[in-house]
Structure formats: structure tokens, C-alpha cells
């Protein structure tokens, strides 16, 4: 039980027939400063029932109420402030955490309930740049919340592997590139023809038409369309890997836009069935006025399908295929109109498990305060940056700890770590700008920060020989104790929260949280003074070591127990 929890029980049992349990928990609150305890309980609530001022209340409610678990409740005018025996909590959260270890805010909510997430996709023949690394990150850190309590989430990479970016693309390599650049550099040249024939085009914009016929041939299964295409795409998915693999992120289907090329009409043949599609300048559109959205635009006038086509077939087979609980779909904040007319157009067709499809939308990286574009070529890869993030860790170690034996993996799980929980400490509708040099820092709010942290608590119990006891009584009650104590015994709030939020930066910021708390303590405290509070002390430090582990592992950051 949490000190709400507790609460709550104490003040239900002395007005249980005038209020739920549940009522009484939704009244209370946390004070914003310590000395008003805890936990506080406002009695205006209970002011008309028994026609008593609140004050008069309050102070009858605490003569009333059992004093277990609360070393004292002081009445303040309307309030009760509930001060927490600090000994008998910690003892309860301590315990908790030594049994059940890394399984500390683990629940079956989900029920084993499929979850697909729609995450990354990044476009064929580009390379992956910055601008990818949230779809990826949130999504996957998303994944293992879920994970956590109780669904099955199924990780879909929903590539860009088709469009008109691939008449371009066939344009722009066979009147430029060579088999031979391709072959040595895949991503790197085929992303110099994309930006060349941009800049080309604004000069002849009769290449646009070139790129839309070979598109079209690439449609009606030309053979030397689709050998291109194959290449490009085979090329571009063993350049994916190599950075998924860095970010240590699988997927379970990488059914991108072509997988959906022959499942299209069974849609347009749906909406044309349920008397949905209707004909506006030569193009087919559902409308969503009754939504107050503007209508969904299925074939254009020419008969070619849209992005719209495309995700209404992915939805319904993702349905067919997985009879998903929840969908989500981690895309930019940019996209939030397509994916309310998606949902809409679903629900016009009579699929209510619309309702559980998901728009997880987040903010942009800039790079000195502007929005990354591939088209121009203004683009920051994320290889380049995951290396680089490496490097930068790998001096600061030499640094720290010369003589660390494994130097290069913890670089590694430091570097890469850090680009990833930068990203997820920003609440995901935010923009932040990227700076690397402060992002690899060992000091402030970042990633390192809180691996030195964890790495520092482990040293401390290597030294100390601790190892923990379930069974054991641990009792602490000073003020630097209690302060992460209350953050330990909050965590399945705050996994619960991430989930319900779909917010992966709850958990980072839970983690700087616990990291700073237990810097703060250790400054304050000599843990291993030889007295009768010493394993208690220890059994903190392990239960510390425990939650910034599960906290960085649910953001998919190690967490390294030497730096």
C-alpha cells in the first residue's frame, strides 16, 4: 500500500457512511511543502453533511482516527495533515523491494491484451537521421511499460517502401548515379540523387512527371521498376539494421506501405459497399463532415490510392492478424489530422475497435533550433551521432576510471544511452533542440548522470559485501531516507502513469528523481558507519540500485554497474 492508500483507510473507517473509499481517495492531496506532512485530507467535502464548519470537522475526524502508521496528524484550519511513521513505511517498502526485485511495479492489467505499435518507419533508400530516433525511442520504451503491466506489445515497422519518392528515386539514378557508387555507399548515394533531383526539379519541373510515369510502372509490376525498387530496398534495410541493433531495438513485422498494395481494394470495395464514397472532382472521398473533419480522400482522379487507402487496409489486417487490444501509432505531432480521419473513416464503417486506436504524437528535434529536412539535405544521421555520443563517453571514462576493464561496452552503453534518454527525459510533445556535448554529460539531468548514480550505489554494496535479506526488517527513519523512500514506494504510480499516458519521459523523470535524492543522502550520510541502522542503510542503497536499473531498463538505456 502507498501512504494514499493508507490514508484513505484510516479516514474511510471513521466516515464510511458518509463516504466511499474511492471518494475519499480522490480528496486527497499532497502537500506542497513537508512540513504539512504527507498526506492531506480536506474536510469541506463533509461540511453540508454534517452542517459544521470544516475546521470543526477536521479536528473532531483526528481524535477519531487509529495512529498506526502516522507518527503524528496535525489539524490545520479545514485540513488534516498526515505525517507518516517514517520507520514502519520504509521497513514495508524496503521489504517489498528486496522480494520482489525488479518485479517491484509489476501488475496484470493488461491481461495478456495484444498491442500493436505502429513505430519508426523510417523511408527506403534514405538514411536514418535524428528525426527518426523519437518514433523509434518512444515506441520502444513504450513497448517494454506495457510489458511490464501485463500486455504483449507487437513492434510493427511500417516502412516507407512506396510512393512517388521511388519514381524519383528511379529518375534521378538513371540519369545520374552509377551501380558502382550505389553498391559502395547504398544509403548515402542513393539520398545525394533524392536531393538532387529536388533541386533539379525546381528548374525542370517536367522531371516530376518523368518520376510519376516510373512510379506507375513500378505499379503495374515492370520488371525493371521493381529490380530497382528490391535493391533499394534491401540495401537501405541492411543500413537499418546496423542502427537498430546499435539501439538495441527489434521489430516483429516490417510489413511497410507495399505489403498493403493488394489489399487496397478490398477497402475501396468496403466503402463502395457501405455507400461511403463519394465522388468529388474526379476523386473518390469519404466525408467526415458530421466529424468536423475534412473529407478522407481514398483515390485521387487518376485512380491512384493515398496514405489514407493504405492505412485503412494496414488497421484492418492488423486487426484480423494480431486482434489487438490497443493500436498505437507513434508518428509525429504533424500528422494528427490523418490520423483522426483514419479513425473516423473506421467508425463510419462500422468498426467500433476504432476506438482503441492510438495517436501517440511527440515534438521535433531541431538542430540549433531548426526543423531537420531531408529534402534539402539538412540532415543530421543518427549513426554519426550514436558514435560520436560513444566517443565523447568513451573519454570521459578514461577520465573517471582508466583502469575500468570493459571500457568500450560501458562507451558504448553510456554513449548510446544518453542520445536515447535525452530524447525520453522531454515530455514527447515537446521540441528540444540537440546538443551533444551536454546530452553525454556525467553531470545534470541526463542519462549518465543517473548510470553514475546507479554504478556509485552498486560500488557501495560490492564494498559493504551486502547482499539482502527478504525476510529481514529494515527500519529507517531520518529526513534524507524518507525523501527516496517516498520515491521507492511510488513506482508502481509511476510505471502505471507512463502506461496511461503513453509518456515514457514520466519514467526518466522518476529516475533523475531518485538518482538526485540519493546523491543528496549519501553527501549527508555515512552509510557504512558500523551501527545498529547500517543494514538498513544497505538495503536503501540495494533498493536504489534496483529501481534506477528497472527505470533506465523500461527507457531501453543499461544501466552498467561499473562506469
Request: hydrophobic share 40%; proline share 4%.
Amino acid at each position: 500500500m502507498n501512504n494514499q492508500e493508507i490514508v484513505a483507510q484510516a479516514v474511510f473507517e471513521v466516515v464510511k457512511e458518509n463516504l466511499t473509499l474511492p471518494e475519499v481517495a480522490r480528496l486527497l492531496e499532497k502537500p506542497k511543502s513537508v512540513d504539512h506532512g504527507d498526506v492531506a485530507f480536506p474536510a469541506f467535502a463533509l461540511a453540508k453533511v454534517f452542517r459544521k464548519a470544516p475546521q470543526q470537522i477536521a479536528a473532531e475526524l483526528a481524535g477519531k482516527i487509529t495512529p498506526d502508521a502516522f507518527e503524528k496528524i496535525e489539524v490545520v484550519g479545514p485540513y488534516l495533515n498526515f505525517f507518516m511513521k517514517k520507520e514502519v513505511i520504509s521497513s514495508m517498502v524496503l521489504k517489498q523491494i528486496a522480494k520482489e526485485a525488479n518485479q517491484f511495479g509489476n501488475s496484470n492489467i493488461g491481461n495478456e491484451g495484444n498491442v500493436t505499435i505502429d513505430m519508426s518507419s523510417p523511408n527506403i533508400a534514405k538514411p536514418i537521421s535524428m528525426g527518426h530516433l523519437r518514433s523509434t525511442v518512444i515506441g520502444n520504451s513504450i513497448s517494454l511499460i506495457l510489458s511490464k503491466i501485463g500486455y504483449q506489445p507487437i513492434k510493427i515497422n511500417h516502412l516507407g517502401d512506396w510512393g512517388t519518392q521511388f519514381g524519383k528515386l528511379i529518375v534521378a539514378y538513371k540519369k545520374w548515379g552509377s551501380e558502382e557508387k550505389v553498391k559502395a555507399e547504398p544509403i548515402n548515394e542513393l539520398l545525394r540523387l533524392y536531393v538532387e533531383f529536388h533541386e533539379k526539379a525546381e528548374e525542370e519541373p517536367e522531371l516530376n512527371d518523368e518520376a510519376r510515369a516510373w512510379f506507375k510502372k513500378l505499379e503495374e509490376d515492370d520488371k525493371e521498376a521493381l529490380e530497382l525498387w528490391k535493391w533499394f530496398r534491401s540495401e537501405s534495410l541492411k543500413e537499418f539494421n546496423k542502427i537498430y541493433s546499435m539501439l538495441e531495438v527489434e521489430f516483429d513485422s516490417y510489413n511497410g506501405e507495399a505489403f498493403y498494395n493488394d489489399k487496397m481494394d478490398e477497402v475501396v470495395t468496403m466503402l463502395e459497399e457501405k455507400h461511403l464514397l463519394q465522388t468529388s472532382e474526379g476523386a473518390e472521398i469519404v466525408n467526415l463532415d458530421k466529424y468536423d473533419l475534412n473529407p478522407a480522400l481514398i483515390k485521387k482522379s487518376d485512380g491512384a490510392t493515398l496514405y489514407i487507402t493504405r492505412d485503412l487496409s494496414a488497421a484492418l489486417f492488423r486487426k484480423r492478424e494480431y486482434n489487438f487490444v490497443k493500436s498505437l501509432y507513434v508518428v509525429g505531432n504533424e500528422q494528427s489530422g490523418h490520423f483522426k480521419q483514419l479513425k473516423a473513416v473506421l467508425k463510419e464503417m462500422d468498426f467500433d475497435w476504432s476506438d482503441e486506436m492510438v495517436h501517440v504524437p511527440f515534438g521535433l528535434i531541431t538542430k540549433d533550433g531548426k526543423k531537420l529536412s531531408t529534402r534539402k539535405g539538412k540532415i543530421v544521421l543518427l549513426e554519426e551521432v550514436l558514435n560520436e555520443a560513444k566517443e565523447l563517453a568513451f573519454k570521459q571514462i578514461e577520465e573517471k576510471n582508466p583502469d575500468l576493464p570493459n571500457k568500450e561496452e560501458v562507451a558504448h552503453q553510456v554513449g548510446v544511452g544518453a542520445v536515447i534518454f535525452h530524447d525520453l527525459k522531454n515530455d514527447r510533445l515537446n521540441n528540444f533542440d540537440f546538443n551533444l556535448e551536454e546530452v553525454v554529460r556525467f553531470e545534470g539531468e541526463t542519462g549518465p548522470y543517473v548510470q553514475y548514480t546507479h554504478a556509485r550505489a552498486m560500488s557501495i554494496l560490492e564494498k559493504a559485501e551486502f547482499t539482502v535479506d527478504p525476510e529481514a526488517v529494515y527500519a529507517l527513519k531520518d529526513a534524507d531516507s524518507w525523501e527516496i523512500i517516498k520515491l521507492l514506494q511510488s513506482y508502481p504510480e509511476i510505471v502505471m502513469q507512463a502506461a496511461d499516458q503513453y509518456e515514457p519521459s514520466v519514467i526518466a523523470k522518476h529516475a533523475i528523481r531518485v538518482a538526485q535524492a540519493f546523491n543528496k543522502y549519501y553527501a549527508h550520510t555515512k552509510v557504512l558507519v558500523d551501527d545498529e541502522e547500517k543494514n538498513a542503510r544497505l538495503a536503501l542503497v540495494h533498493a536504489v540500485t534496483v529501481i534506477l536499473k528497472e527505470d533506465l531498463r523500461l527507457l531501453g538505456v543499461h544501466a552498467p554497474n561499473k562506469m
